[in-house]
């Protein structure tokens, strides 16, 4: 079946520039999460959504970041005026959300790069 | 405060060779959620196993198994008989009952020699 998607998959920008990272979780999966991975670092929570509840935001490291989610389903992750540290790969997972099935199926990432 | 420690950076081990990948948790909170996630160089993390707080039963599926003991907050990971295509990073992670946040440890690499 289809699994997480994301896109583009690789994004070279220059600073200061703004940029728009897309997730298409898993259909039916009610929980999404965003993530940022650095070279050679764990995976550091950004934001998580669940369902039309307000989103968990405590990840976020500036208010350069955002992110939304239409209708429950598509996620996209802004980053404004980018910075030569926000260079990593962004991830994002679904999970069905449900209390004892927290499992998160992840997406390929997006490789940021900025210049 | 919660926090998942892999102390094994890289492991290299030759082909055939069981290898132990060790995870240490801390949390305060009673009921909470073990994991261990796959990242093979293609980058694409594969979820592998979840384990709750109060199951402290030890799994095993083929060559892989999990050993989880609350008295040392320890859930590794044991492979057996490693194969090639086992080379990977593997995270271990930790999510509690209260908050959405899953914390993950910062990754072992292992290299299956052939």
């Known amino acids: 079946g289809a699994g997480v998607s994301q896109s583009p998959s690789n994004k070279v920008t220059e600073k200061g520039k703004d940029v728009e990272l897309r997730c298409d979780p898993i259909?039916?999966?009610?929980?999404l999460y965003w993530y940022r991975q650095s070279l050679g670092q764990g995976l550091e929570f950004l934001i998580y959504?669940?369902?039309?509840?307000?989103?968990?935001k405590s990840g976020l490291p500036s208010d350069r970041f955002s992110a939304e989610r239409t209708g429950g389903s598509v996620s996209t992750l802004t980053i404004q005026r980018t910075q030569q540290e926000d260079s990593a790969v962004y991830l994002c997972?679904?999970?069905?959300?449900?209390?004892?099935?927290?499992?998160?199926?992840f997406g390929p990432g997006t490789r940021l790069t900025v210049t | 405060a919660q926090k998942v420690t892999q102390a094994q950076t890289e492991i290299s081990v030759v082909e055939k060779e069981d290898v132990t990948l060790d995870c240490v948790y801390e949390t305060r909170d009673t009921t909470y959620y073990l994991f261990w996630y796959k990242q093979p160089p293609s980058g694409e993390l594969v979820f592998l196993i979840r384990r709750n707080s109060f199951d402290e039963q030890n799994e095993i599926s083929g060559r892989y198994s999990w050993n989880f003991q609350k008295s040392t907050s320890s859930f590794n990971f044991t492979i057996t008989a490693s194969q090639v295509v086992d080379s990977a990073v593997y995270f271990c992670?930790?999510?509690?009952?209260?908050?959405?946040?899953?914390?993950f440890g910062t990754g072992t690499s292992l290299t299956v020699i052939p």
């Open positions: 259909s039916g999966h009610t929980a």
């Open positions: 959504f669940q369902g039309n509840s307000a989103p968990d």
């Open positions: 997972a679904s999970s069905p959300g449900q209390p004892w099935d927290y499992e998160q199926y």
């Open positions: 992670a930790l999510r509690a009952n209260t908050g959405n946040q899953f914390y």
